[in-house]
């Protein structure tokens, strides 16, 4: 089984700008309030998830619920691949 959370965190902290005080970031924080992702991050976020769990999402899964933080991408991944 895969550590989605912490292959997202690593995914996220090479590839894009993390302020300092975001060290800390909890796995429940929204990316787009802590502004560690922007709209543009996200459209590689899911590129990235697509070609790592082997997963399509679809236009109307685009939602913070499913994409916003690491709670929300774990659990996400985890219902698409079931």
Known sequence: MHDIKGEVRAF???NFF???DAAG???GDSFLENHIVDST???ELIS???RSYGIHIED???VPENL???DNIDAFVRRKRA
């Open 48 to 50: 990235y998830l697509e």
């Open 12 to 14: 996220i902290a090479a």
């Open 60 to 62: 109307q899964e685009l």
């Open 25 to 27: 970031l909890k796995d």
């Open 41 to 43: 991050g996200f459209l």
């Open 68 to 70: 916003d933080s690491l």
């Open 18 to 20: 993390i302020p300092d």
